[in-house]
């Protein structure tokens, strides 16, 4: 890993892995978890609110801190009592049901069955031993290929608005 915390170097990557890069990065700060965000003052002028970059990675629901970063935490985060809470982890807010599946684990209604399938299993497929920075984002794009086919061939195509109305989003 880079002093700054990157694991590549801007410039060095062909534009292809630079236009998913630059996407997973804009689902990391739809996130909220960290990142800069780009806002507008009262005067209607472009500001950035900075943010620390490598934040998100270890950031959880609620704003709550994973200090834990060999497995997902699959803890249910509550930000007070009355609160049903959530297992969201992560730069990109995965839900431990969801790491479970990239196990090859079953699930159905959001709790493991216990049966496992080899074959399903995205987390031994793309090598991610861990949760860190580098295997958050295999995961976001382990994701985006099994949930989103298209997507990923539209952005490095530069198709970026199509691939946002068309694979990307939920209306």
């Known amino acids: ?3 700054d915390g990157a694991y590549f170097e801007v410039g060095k990557k062909c534009d292809c ?3 998913i890069r630059a996407f997973i990065r804009m689902v990391r700060v739809g996130e909220g978890t960290g990142e800069v965000i780009k806002s507008r003052d009262k005067e209607k002028n472009i500001i950035y609110i900075p943010h620390d970059f490598q934040k998100g990675y270890t950031t959880a629901f609620g704003g709550n801190t994973i200090t834990d970063l060999s497995t997902h935490p699959q803890t249910i985060y509550k930000v007070n009592e009355d609160d049903e809470g959530s297992s969201a982890a992560g730069a990109y807010q995965v839900m431990r049901y969801t790491w ?3 196990a090859g684990f079953e699930v159905v209604k959001k709790k493991k069955t216990g049966n496992y399938f080899e074959n399903r299993d995205l987390l031994k497929k793309y090598k ?5 920075a580098e295997s958050q984002d295999k995961i976001c794009i382990a994701l985006m290929k099994k949930q989103r086919p298209n997507l990923i061939d539209k952005i490095i195509a530069n198709n970026v ?11």
Do not use: G, H, N, T
């Not at 991610?128 to 860190?132: A, K, P, R």
């Not at 608005?161 to 209306?171: G, K, L, P, T, V």
């Open 1 to 3: 890993m880079k002093a």
């Open 17 to 19: 892995e630079a236009r």
């Open 100 to 102: 479970w599946e990239l």
């Open 128 to 132: 991610i031993s861990d949760y860190s």
């Open 161 to 171: 608005r199509e691939a946002i109305q068309q694979d990307a989003c939920f209306i």
